[in-house]
């Protein structure tokens, strides 16, 4: 029914950029909050960024504030997260979710609060 599919992950140096992209299945696109977690070896899955369903709303984990840009192309089906001034710690398994957030701004930053998720996408970031 929803079905994200991660790509655009990849090698990058310290400094550098990669933008993932998330290409959502079906006709109701729209109506999904979208968020990006990552999870890196022995670690437990981390928020990274989210998109309200319209567009208006957008929240990052700490660790990223001012280096990642998340957008949506309704157009599309897609959502985008632009990744820049990597650092090695941004290495990790990024995946791509999708749900409805009913309570948006309680809720966003909780992995188990998505119901649908891609098949992930390395990003490994070299020093």
């Known amino acids: 029914q929803v079905q994200p599919v991660e790509s655009g992950g990849g090698w990058a140096q310290a400094g550098g950029s990669l933008k993932l992209s998330c290409v959502v299945s079906g006709h109701s696109f729209s109506a999904y909050d979208m968020g990006w977690f990552r999870q890196a070896p022995g670690k437990e899955r981390e928020f990274v960024a989210v998109v309200s369903w319209n567009g208006g709303s957008t929240y990052y984990g700490d660790s990223v504030k001012g280096r990642f840009t998340i957008s949506r192309d309704a157009a599309k089906n897609t959502v985008s997260m632009q990744m820049s001034s990597l650092k090695a710690e941004d290495t990790a398994v990024y995946y791509c979710?999708?749900?409805?957030?009913?309570?948006?701004?309680?809720?966003?930053?909780?992995?188990?609060?998505?119901?649908?998720w891609g098949q992930g996408t390395q990003v490994t970031v070299s020093s």
């Open positions: 979710a999708a749900s409805r957030l009913w309570n948006f701004d309680s809720d966003y930053g909780r992995s188990s609060n998505y119901a649908h």
